[in-house]
């Protein structure tokens, strides 16, 4: 009996090895390039029976993500490989986050030959914004080899050469370069952000990425610019661009899925993020470097709790005591003279917008800690608003505002901004009104009148002559620009400019609405002057096109802060139904709908029921969800 036991647990023990020996287990297996930062493979558990990909999950706590129940595997041999089922999530059903922000679950796909060495993971080209991750390697640690064109080269700084004075000309720059490790399914576009100081502006342009993950853009400048490249996922990337040249770059994607990766962001480095040629490459590419500690901003808002309860008098001396910590660390940096010296100028001007928004970082500080409510913010903000002294900057700290290289900081742009009217006072301090200052702060009331869509009249054409040739011939660009689109605009279909009518306001919205009755609404409450708002009306156009069969109505509401003339052309190009209402009657539609902010979004059944609600654009993908949730019951 002994005898048959040991041979019992001889066989049992046999058994037990064959299937671990077919089980293969790979922990936190490396790969190639991801196109989200909100899943990653923790294991991969390969049998004769299945392959489970075991994901970790990291997403804003109490919301949402989904697989589509269309995933699949592909292996390094071309085959695929179809998503069977899930194991704590259900393909195609919403999956929350919890309150810690992270989650595990398992998705389960056909086994896989012993031959394959590598996998991508997707959800499909035909998901917007769907979840892949390519080249998760199955045998070794070591990803293929990248090679890098011969272009992409690290550039020797000379750590004594000083910055240089940016070029003030008006021209185009060009933009080229490629996505290394690009894959069908990415991302087909990226944008390039232009800080632009001699507009007080920031300007957007979407850059077109090909299937080979080349690009090229050309956009107009008037001086040497500070420029980011924004692509899903990632950090910026900073570059200049200078009229009449080219800037080139080759953008390491693998090295951006390493750094944002979980599991692999301490390991060892898959070469440069970035590889630049170009106007001030050097001091480009050593800012895309890690620089920890050379940013006051993120000093404050990473502790911003801390502020809580502080009176004005002591955020003032704790941003300035955050402000010397950090030149302290910029001082130290191995970098080149040039790249500190942009550092430096962006320490300066970080710090004045800090003072400038006193108000507004004790007020969020004080929700942060549930010392008040949101509710309560307005109040709470203007009490600390109200006590802060004209003197609160003095004068002398921007005399920075002065100095030509400090158009070279992305910072100058929002602080210019702010700070433009103020240039009378300055003059005063300074004992002068010449320097790059008063230049640009003699361009931008110009240029924001056209931005806003009202034509420079015959005296201002006239004040441009006395401006740097530069600006100048900007300002005449961009004026000719708009009126050839205003006489366009007179030829374009497509929206309808509505009257709310003399109504009470208890029935001001149910008028608006009652003429498109038995219609699925999506109501927008915007504002010409919102971005945000822009830049969704934009993003949706083709999202519009495709449901263009739903019997959707896009009813468009904003208020007297969106000047009439700026509406009137801005409209054409929104495609929908337009209401432009008093300020009493927006102050209503606000206090009954909540619009706490613009964009605000309401989507109503044919039997005007609010069935859905969003302050803030939620994105392409999820609008069309919603909509398609009431246009389809």
């Known amino acids: 009996m002994k005898k048959l036991n040991f041979l019992l647990s001889s066989l049992l023990l046999c058994m037990c090895c064959t299937i671990q020996a077919k089980n293969k287990v790979i922990e936190q297996p490396p790969f190639i390039v991801s196109s989200t930062t909100s899943i990653e493979v923790s294991q991969v558990e390969i049998s004769d029976t299945a392959t489970v990909l075991h994901i970790f999950a990291k997403y804003r706590p109490k919301n949402w993500i989904k697989i589509a129940s269309g995933s699949y595997l592909q292996d390094n041999n071309g085959k695929t490989y179809q998503l069977r089922s899930g194991i704590g999530i259900t393909p195609d059903a919403e999956f929350w986050i919890p309150e810690s922000g992270e989650a595990e679950f398992q998705l389960v796909f056909p086994p896989l030959p012993a031959s394959v060495t590598s996998i991508d993971f997707t959800e499909g080209a035909e998901i917007e914004n769907g979840f892949s991750i390519w080249g998760i390697q199955l045998k070794g640690n070591n990803l293929p080899k990248l090679v890098l064109p011969k272009e992409a080269v690290i550039h020797k700084a000379d750590k004594e050469t000083a910055l240089p004075n940016p070029v003030i000309e008006y021209g185009k720059a060009t933009l080229k370069g490629k996505l290394l490790d690009f894959r069908l399914g990415m991302s087909k576009t990226m944008t390039l952000v232009s800080w632009e100081s001699a507009k007080g502006d920031i300007s957007e342009a979407l850059v077109d990425i090909q299937p080979d993950g080349s690009f090229s853009k050309e956009i107009s400048l008037a001086s040497t610019t500070p420029v980011s490249i924004y692509m899903s996922g990632s950090s910026p990337l900073q570059l200049f661009m200078e009229p009449g040249k080219t800037t080139e770059v080759y953008i390491n994607l693998r090295e951006i899925s390493r750094r944002r990766s979980k599991f692999h962001s301490e390991g060892k480095p898959y070469g440069e993020i970035i590889y630049i040629n170009g106007p001030l490459a050097t001091v480009a590419q050593e800012l895309n470097q890690d620089m ?44 080149s003279l040039a790249t500190r010296q942009v550092l430096t100028i962006n320490n300066k001007l970080s710090t004045i917008g800090l003072l400038r928004l006193a108000a507004n970082s004790l007020t969020s500080a004080a929700i942060q800690t549930n010392q008040i409510t949101r509710e309560e913010a307005q109040e709470y903000f203007m009490e600390r608003a109200q006590k802060i002294p004209a003197d609160y900057i003095p004068n002398a700290n921007f005399a920075i505002l002065n100095d030509l290289q400090a158009t070279l900081s992305s910072n100058y742009s929002n602080i210019v901004i702010g700070y433009y009217q103020k240039s009378g006072d300055l003059a005063k301090t300074w004992g002068t009104d010449n320097g790059i200052f008063f230049d640009i702060v003699r361009v931008i009331p110009l240029y924001q009148s056209i931005k806003n869509f009202t034509p420079l009249t015959e005296e201002q054409i006239n004040t441009t002559n006395t401006f740097p040739s530069a600006y100048r011939e900007m300002l005449t660009v961009a004026n000719d620009e708009l009126l050839a689109k205003i006489e366009a605009n007179k030829k374009k279909t497509g929206f309808t400019v509505n009257e709310a009518g003399e ?79 008093t300020a009493a009657q927006w102050n209503f539609l606000g206090k009954s709908f909540n619009v706490s902010g613009v964009p605000t979004y309401l989507i109503i059944d044919r039997e005007g029921n609010i069935k859905y609600r969003q302050v803030g654009f939620p994105g392409v993908k999820t609008m069309k969800e919603e909509l398609l949730k009431v246009a389809d019951q």
């Not at 808002?301 to 030149?327: H, N, R």
Request: proline residues 5%.
């Open 292 to 335: 920890p500690g050379t940013n006051v901003q993120d000093k404050v808002y990473k502790d911003m709790k801390a502020f809580a309860g502080m009176d004005i008098d002591t955020y003032k001396s704790k941003v300035l005591e955050l402000s010397a910590e950090v030149q302290t660390e910029i001082d130290k940096l191995p970098c």
């Open 503 to 581: 109504v009470s306001d208890e029935d001001l919205f149910a008028s608006i609405i009652s003429k498109f009755s038995g219609k699925v609404l999506l109501v927008d409450f915007w504002a010409t002057w919102c971005g945000p708002c822009r830049m969704a009306n934009k993003e949706m156009i083709p999202m519009k096109e495709e449901l263009k069969d739903k019997d959707i109505v896009y009813l468009y509401i904003t208020g007297e802060t969106s000047p009439l003339k700026t509406w009137e052309n801005m409209i054409p190009d929104i495609h929908g139904e337009h209401y432009r209402v």
